[in-house]
């Protein structure tokens, strides 16, 4: 038996983890390099990092995805971040502990952490 | 628990299910526990895509990617390739039209582009085994806004007038009205009662079916604020046995319902009861004619009574009772969260909405479709069907099944609504659209509907029982090259009598797939009365086939396959087939290899 306020809930939590399902073109997109190169320097836990971080603040309309070895070997953890109508921000040399940064910042701010990007590295 | 990246969608309708869609399911799991991602991609049972034709379709979501006939052997490649990766499995994803146009998401697809889901609106996006998916794509919002508000009954009806929605049965009648009247209905001990006829029986016909399969809880919620409106406690789903998943479905999704309180005494603690129960049908046609229905659900033999009384005043046990279709019940939600003017500005002028048909017969995409009423029949067959297979013409559409009629090539422009089909000497029916190119014979298919209304009459009035079963044999003798030009007056002087006479709608509608082929197609019920031929070469009595001398390299292939040794010849010379021996199989046609054998 569930009262209104639990299904009111329901409906909240359910609505988060079903909006992946809507792909709409206005998603952010966050993409991990998950070849050999990125699994062996790290890739794995950034990448979940960015998973329970989303689910931590709730975030709708972004999506996590994974990607082949993007050419840099040398600088994964590479992880990749498409805003719609901006362009491209590449993020290298990823650890877990960066990742509420890069999610508090960018995803939710639409400030580019510049410290890490693929720029600064250079 | 941490965010789930990715959900793969996976249809267990029944038609992707009898291709293996379940084994698929296990293989996706073990894959993704090899690989472990299972904490972060989930993989969701949902129901039907309407792309039966291509099944079993394997979603992905946040991409949206569609693949299509998809193996227990292509399971490894796509989690390897998409879910590891991130690459497309190219090969797998949904081809249309030219060679190498590949789709990636199936609402890019003609067959999406011109579809509007509202029955089948979570159909292919929720688990329909999971209330919390149900309540997370808008489930229960109605319901729990009716009660909370304790809005009053007559403005729910109000609302569903205003929408303009009528009956998805088939015939049609405004349910805002059938609601009405069995909220004005008195009843002496207050008992009333709501029912769903879920008896979806006309060949080839699986809209109602998809609809609880993908969505059972929308029918619920629906039954439930019916319930409410007109003033019912207990409710019934009339289902035929021969549906086993959406039977599953359905005590799945009542048994969650209960548990969460949605159905049972002191609805979200508003004072409310109401309660469902299913009643299997043993799968008699008959039982899909409202009284017939009722009269099944009370325990006895499913035979039709005369109307009035209508069931809204004096329905099941006698008591007044409010019975909607699947896909009519399927809409009610959505107008009521989304408003009737929205729903009230898709289709035309009479009818509102949208309709779901189930494509069959000679055409591509073999499946479910969902689309505005007033989408003309050229819409339907070559942009959302993809056409007719093989390069073969379009010659007729058959709607509304044993009781509908056919719509000939010349009449492709019609706008598909109630009106428009009546009108034509068809009907809307629940919504079976069956494709026939020139390789039909009309008398034939006339006489496949009728045979099966003979089956199915229930025989308690004469004019159904004996008259359907009369029709039946003079369009055998017809297809026998046995009959007369008298004949089809008869046989047009019986239908219009069984239209007057007969008890219910079986009987009343069972003449129309022969009025409408003789309507549109008469040249050919005379070509095989008068020229004793079959213009499209299916009457076994009236064709035989030769063999092209010229073309014959007497390989003797024929003759050794012919099932009566009816092919005589010898190597290397021209065969001949003996007419008296031969039993028109046509093995032997399909065997040649030069083409040298003609059907005549």
């Known amino acids: 038996m569930k009262s209104l306020a639990e299904l009111r809930a329901i409906r909240e939590k359910m609505k988060k983890q079903m909006d992946v399902r809507e792909s709409g073109d206005d998603a952010i997109r966050v993409v991990v390099g998950m070849a050999t190169c990125g699994i062996a320097a790290g890739a794995r836990p950034v990448m979940t990092a960015f998973l329970d971080e989303i689910d931590k603040r709730g975030l709708t309309n972004v999506t996590v995805t994974q990607t082949g070895c993007i050419g840099v070997c040398r600088l994964e953890p590479i992880v990749e971040v498409y805003v719609p109508g901006e362009e491209k921000v590449t993020y290298v040399k990823m650890k877990p502990e960066m990742v509420p940064t890069v999610v508090e910042q960018h995803l939710v701010n639409h400030n580019v952490v510049t410290d890490y990007t693929i720029g600064a590295a250079e | 628990m941490s965010h789930i990246r990715c959900h793969i969608m996976v249809c267990t309708g029944t038609g992707c299910t009898s291709s293996e869609s379940p084994k698929i399911i296990d293989a996706l799991e073990k894959e993704l526990r090899k690989a472990g991602m299972d904490q972060e991609v989930r993989v969701v049972k949902t129901g039907c895509f309407?792309?039966?034709?291509?099944?079993?379709?394997?979603?992905?979501?946040?991409?949206?990617?569609?693949?299509?006939?998809?193996?227990?052997?292509?399971?490894?490649?796509?989690?390897?390739?998409?879910?590891?990766?991130?690459?497309?499995?190219?090969?797998?994803?949904?081809?249309?039209?030219?060679?190498?146009?590949?789709?990636?998401?199936?609402?890019?697809?003609?067959?999406?582009?011109?579809?509007?889901?509202?029955?089948?609106?979570?159909?292919?996006?929720?688990?329909?085994?999971?209330?919390?998916?149900?309540?997370?794509?808008?489930?229960?919002?109605?319901?729990?806004?009716?009660?909370?508000?304790?809005?009053?009954?007559?403005?729910?009806?109000?609302?569903?007038?205003?929408?303009?929605?009528?009956?998805?049965?088939?015939?049609?009648?405004?349910?805002?009205?059938?609601?009405?009247?069995?909220?004005?209905?008195?009843?002496?001990?207050?008992?009333?009662?709501?029912a769903c006829n879920a008896d979806e029986g006309d060949p080839g016909a699986f809209m109602d079916r998809s609809v609880l399969e993908g969505d059972p809880f929308s029918v619920i919620e629906a039954m439930t604020i019916a319930g409410y409106a007109v003033g019912a406690h207990q409710g019934y789903i009339y289902i035929r046995a021969e549906y086993p998943i959406a039977v599953k479905r359905l005590e799945i999704a009542i048994g969650q319902a209960r548990e969460y309180g949605l159905l049972g005494d002191n609805i979200l603690g508003s004072g409310f009861a109401f309660d469902l129960e299913l009643r299997l049908g043993a799968g008699a046609f008959v039982c899909g004619e409202e009284t017939a229905l009722m009269t099944s659900i009370e325990g006895h033999r499913g035979e039709p009574r005369p109307r009035p009384p209508f069931p809204a005043v004096k329905g099941l046990f006698g008591k007044p009772t409010l019975l909607n279709n699947v896909e009519t019940y399927a809409n009610i939600t959505w107008i009521l969260n989304n408003g009737w003017e929205k729903f009230a500005a898709i289709g035309t002028e009479k009818s509102k909405g949208t309709k779901v048909f189930a494509l069959g017969g000679k055409i591509t995409n073999t499946g479910l479709v969902e689309v505005p009423m007033g989408t003309t029949l050229r819409t339907i067959i070559e942009?959302?069907?993809?056409?007719?297979?093989?390069?073969?013409?379009?010659?007729?559409?058959?709607?509304?099944?044993?009781?509908?009629?056919?719509?000939?090539?010349?009449?492709?422009?019609?706008?598909?609504?109630?009106?428009?089909?009546?009108?034509?000497?068809?009907?809307?029916?629940?919504?079976?659209?069956?494709?026939?190119?020139?390789?039909?014979?009309?008398?034939?298919?006339?006489?496949?509907?009728?045979?099966?209304?003979?089956?199915?009459?229930?025989?308690?009035?004469?004019?159904?029982?004996?008259?359907?079963?009369?029709?039946?044999?003079?369009?055998?003798?017809?297809?026998?090259?046995?009959?007369?030009?008298?004949?089809?007056?008869?046989?047009?002087?019986?239908?219009?009598?069984?239209?007057?006479?007969?008890?219910?709608?079986?009987?009343?509608?069972?003449?129309?797939?022969?009025?409408?082929?003789?309507?549109?197609?008469?040249e050919e019920y005379v070509a095989h009365v008068v020229e004793k031929r079959c213009p499209a070469g299916v009457c076994r009595a009236l064709l035989h086939y030769e063999i092209d001398s010229a073309k014959c390299r007497g390989c003797t292939l024929c003759a050794r396959n012919c099932p009566v040794n009816a092919i005589t010849g010898v190597l290397k010379g021209a065969h001949v087939i003996d007419q008296d021996k031969c039993i028109k199989c046509g093995l032997c046609q399909s065997n040649c290899r030069f083409d040298a054998i003609v059907r005549k």
Not at chain 2, 110 to 118: A, E, G, L, T, V
Not at chain 2, 173 to 180: C, D, P, Y
Not at chain 2, 429 to 437: E, T
Request: proline share 5%; glycine share 12%.
């Open chain 2, 50 to 194: 309407g792309l039966c034709a291509i099944g079993p379709i394997v979603m992905i979501f946040p991409e949206g990617a569609c693949y299509s006939r998809v193996t227990v052997d292509d399971v490894p490649e796509i989690v390897n390739e998409h879910i590891v990766k991130g690459r497309i499995v190219q090969r797998l994803l949904h081809m249309e039209g030219e060679e190498g146009d590949t789709v990636t998401s199936l609402t890019e697809t003609q067959f999406y582009k011109h579809q509007y889901r509202i029955a089948l609106r979570n159909c292919g996006v929720i688990n329909p085994e999971s209330i919390d998916e149900y309540i997370g794509a808008n489930g229960y919002m109605a319901l729990e806004r009716i009660l909370t508000e304790q809005t009053p009954p007559q403005e729910i009806i109000d609302c569903l007038k205003k929408s303009g929605l009528r009956g998805r049965g088939g015939a049609g009648f405004s349910t805002g009205m059938k609601w009405q009247f069995t909220y004005d209905a008195p009843s002496e001990d207050g008992v009333k009662y709501v």
């Open chain 2, 383 to 522: 942009d959302i069907g993809g056409g007719i297979p093989n390069g073969k013409k379009f010659k007729a559409a058959q709607t509304g099944g044993p009781s509908g009629g056919c719509i000939p090539a010349s009449l492709i422009d019609t706008p598909i609504d109630y009106d428009s089909l009546t009108a034509i000497g068809s009907m809307m029916g629940s919504g079976g659209l069956i494709v026939m190119d020139e390789d039909n014979c009309m008398v034939d298919i006339a006489k496949f509907f009728l045979e099966f209304c003979v089956d199915e009459s229930c025989g308690k009035c004469s004019p159904c029982r004996i008259g359907t079963k009369r029709l039946y044999d003079l369009l055998t003798k017809i297809t026998e090259g046995k009959g007369t030009l008298e004949d089809l007056d008869t046989i047009e002087e019986l239908c219009y009598h069984l239209k007057a006479s007969a008890l219910c709608a079986l009987g009343q509608s069972a003449p129309n797939p022969v009025l409408s082929t003789l309507k549109y197609f008469r």
